[in-house]
Every structure is written in C-alpha cells, then in structure tokens.
C-alpha cells in the first residue's frame, strides 16, 4: 500500500506526471481565456446612457436630412425668388 505523499514526486519527476501536469495547466489556461474573453465582451457593449444619446443624434441627424430635403425642393420650385431671399438676407444681415 502506497502512501499519498509518494504520488507528489511521481507528477513532478515521472514523464507521465509531467503530462499529468501539462493537460491540468492547459485546461487552466483555456479556462481562464475563456473566463477573460466573456468578460471583455461584457465590457465592450455600450451602455443604455450611451446607446439613448446616440439614437438622439440619430434621430436629429435623420430630422436634419429631411428638412435639408425639404429645403432643396422649395429652392428647386422657386429658384429665382430663393436667390432674391438670399440676397436680401444677407442685405440685411449686413446692414445690422
């Protein structure tokens, strides 16, 4: 009957034991790969402040196309009298 103290040199000094040894260290490691992986894809998404203030801008940039849109097809409807707005805009702008 073998006495468990003299298991420990065996994992240490027995080319069997240094296998023994490498395949625990490798699940070790995939393990705590694992482990670090999952947390830095928790940490990478945005949060909910992040994610509502970018649909803000999301949404006012959207608001601004449509009335950069809109604008473009009143100045294509009424080409001449844009130009006319324009110059007395910027007539009285100066003149301020």
Known sequence: MSH?????????????????L???GYLAY???KKAGQEKNDQLEQ??????TIKNA??????AKMKADRALASVKDKYGSMWQE???EASGQTRAQ
């Open 30 to 32: 995939t393990a705590g």
């Open 85 to 87: 707005a324009q110059a």
């Open 46 to 51: 945005p949060t909910l402040g992040d994610r």
């Open 57 to 62: 801008m999301k949404t006012a940039y959207k």
């Open 4 to 20: 468990h103290i003299f298991a420990v040199p065996f994992l240490g000094a027995h080319p069997a034991g240094w296998l023994v």
């Open 22 to 24: 490498g395949a625990a």
